[in-house]
């Protein structure tokens, strides 16, 4: 993990909210099914540069309240046959947490090692819960950007 400053930048995509509890839950969990609708529905041109982020972001309270999750990606054409949400991701410090390998399991241990690093008496750094992101640089790597003070 190493701490990055990131410039800020508009991410368009389709959004749900949801908890953690239910997230554990196979059966209520939503960010499988938002993430399969948006690779349905978005057509991203990887080839041109355009990239694809996970927005967490309307945080009700910490890791035990709702939030917004955003599927999204950084295109300037957009799709006319869906409404997109907009969401700006902050200019700000981030801690960034990077695994490389196969999805969805890199996802997987990205935020595991986020819990465990916060959950942590050690952690040098204190978890903000304004706007955290994901970053996918290409198919097997992930960058997991979680807003810090």
Do not use: C
């Not at 990606?73 to 960034?96: A, C, H, M, S, T």
Request: negative net charge; without cysteine; proline residues 4%.
């Amino acid at each position: 993990m190493e701490i990055r400053y990131f410039a800020g930048k508009k991410i368009n995509g389709i959004a749900t909210r949801t908890n953690n509890a239910a997230e554990m839950d196979p059966n209520n969990g939503k960010i499988g099914t938002l993430w399969q609708t948006f690779d349905k529905t978005v057509p991203v041109d990887y080839r041109n540069g355009e990239r694809v982020y996970g927005v967490y972001t309307n945080y009700q309270s910490d890791q035990t309240g709702e939030f917004t999750v955003l599927a999204g990606f950084d295109g300037k054409l957009l799709p006319r046959k869906i409404n997109l949400e907009q969401v700006v991701i902050p200019e700000g410090k981030y801690l960034v947490f990077t695994h490389q390998g196969e999805m969805p399991q890199i996802a997987i241990d990205a935020w595991t090692e986020v819990w465990h690093y916060f959950s942590s008496e050690q952690a040098e750094y204190k978890r903000e819960y304004s706007t955290d992101f994901e970053f996918y640089p290409n198919a097997n790597q992930i960058d997991v950007h979680i807003a810090v003070s």
